[in-house]
């Protein structure tokens, strides 16, 4: 074992595991890859977790190590060896956990009757799709309601995703092509900021949680958050990781940014009420004139044109809106719920 | 050849039940002259009427029920 290797050895997995799963996973990665090449079987442990969990989309060991797995794919835990991105036994352990996941959103997402392929008709599908969104609003609460720790709460739920905001999204970059991927292209540029990093949305919402006065460090909290809310960011990986769910990442976007102009307009609204400056407000207001950009380049130039182009995506377009709305649904009234009866959101109900 | 693709210049694109969106090299002024900062090089005109930040678009029009009237 080389001096480096025995560095990482020692290394703790900068997250608590939640089961089975994780543990092993964690103790796994916590090595170098040459250190354990044989006699890994961790998909064998990936079965017993999908069998044993009544939802997996609700299970925190099935979620946390989806989390994890995609992680090794961003780069987002540096003390892990970047060999392990691509071993077998991990991709195998992945595809498990993927099959359970989708085959479960399948089942439970129900999808639209599909629109004519056309650009019109698939923007005007994706925006009927989106105002139906209806039952009680997070948003709503956070601008009349919620106190500073439910304000601090929900940026600790927001920053799993919200620090890599994009990401997951720009995976689906090089399997588009003409007028689809310059559309998706024109979103992620903005996203990014443009060429200016400080501009950047994860950089914006990075400066919002220090303004608020928490760690801006990415995967700081992730303790905290319960499986709903990495399940919100595992379906965007999974979608844009996979070429096969090109529709269903297209789709996501499209939903995304479609539901994201108004509710951050009230989330700023929530911060000042409570006397917050432009430092934290900053992220919000700027997603009210962004997002009201990009859900029409979204849902017309991207779904709309790429159902025209390939209207053999045209089913999974209209699921991956479907699931997100599902899942982000779930993990919003997940953060309501616990609120309205006075609980916390969060795992140890504390930030 | 038109503006888009002659990459100057810029276009002005109504989108259907939604916002003029305009690309490319344009400045969008106060009435006093003064350059009104949009933060972006793609943006959002409201066309109908309602939203909060105008000139941009902010996304109500969904609340509203605009319509443009184009698109089938």
Redesign the interface.
């Known amino acids: 074992m080389s001096v480096l290797q025995h560095d990482l050895a020692v290394t703790a997995f900068p997250m608590e595991a939640r089961g089975p799963l994780s543990t092993r996973l964690t103790a796994i990665l916590s090595q170098g890859p040459d250190d354990s090449a044989q006699g890994l079987e961790l998909s064998p442990v990936a079965e017993a977790a999908v069998a044993a969990a009544s939802s997996v989309v609700r299970d925190d060991d099935v979620q946390l190590s989806l989390f994890i797995l995609y992680g090794l794919h961003y780069g987002s835990f540096p003390a892990v060896s970047a060999d392990w991105e691509w071993h077998p036994e991990l991709v195998a352990a992945r595809r498990v956990l993927e099959r359970a996941f989708e085959g479960e959103l399948r089942a439970t997402v129900a999808v639209p009757p599909l629109p004519q392929p056309t650009r019109?008709?698939v923007?005007?599908a994706l925006?009927e799709l989106t105002?139906a969104d209806s039952g009680p609003s997070l948003s709503r609460y956070v601008a009349k309601k919620a106190t500073r720790e439910q304000l601090g709460e929900f940026l600790i739920q927001r920053s799993v995703y919200t620090l890599r905001e994009a990401d997951p999204h720009s995976w689906a970059i090089p399997r588009l092509t003409g007028r689809a991927k310059a559309a998706l292209v024109?979103i992620q540029?903005?996203e990014y900021g443009?060429g200016r990093p400080a501009?950047m949305h994860s950089e914006i919402f990075a400066t919002t949680m220090e303004e608020f006065g928490l760690d801006r460090r990415y995967g700081r909290y992730v303790d905290e958050v319960p499986a709903i809310t990495l399940a919100s960011l595992n379906v965007m990986s999974m979608f844009g990781l996979n070429r096969r769910l090109l529709g269903a990442i297209v789709g996501h976007l499209a939903a995304f940014e479609m539901t994201?102009?108004?509710p951050n307009?009230m989330y700023a609204n929530g911060f000042r009420r409570l006397g917050y400056g432009v430092g934290v407000t900053a992220y919000f207001d700027?997603h009210?004139?962004?997002?009201?950009?990009h859900?029409?380049?979204a849902a017309?130039d991207l779904a709309g044109a790429l159902a025209e182009d390939e209207p053999a995506l045209l089913p999974d377009i209209l699921f991956g809106a479907a699931a997100c709305l599902v899942v982000d649904g779930w993990a919003g009234a997940h953060i309501l719920d616990s609120w309205t009866a006075d609980r916390s959101s969060l795992r140890s109900g504390t930030p | 050849m038109s503006a888009e693709i002659a990459g100057d210049g810029a276009t002005i694109t109504p989108y259907t039940d939604g916002p003029l969106i305009v690309r490319g090299d344009f400045e969008i002024l106060s009435l006093d002259g003064e350059v009104l900062p949009s933060g972006r090089k793609t943006v959002a005109l409201c066309r109908c009427g309602v939203s909060a930040i105008k000139p941009f678009c902010d996304g109500t029009h969904k609340l509203v029920g605009f319509r443009s009237g184009d698109g089938e």
């Open positions: 019109v008709a923007a005007r925006s105002s024109e540029a903005d443009g501009r994201s102009s108004i307009a700027e009210v004139a962004a997002d009201a950009v859900e029409q380049i017309n």
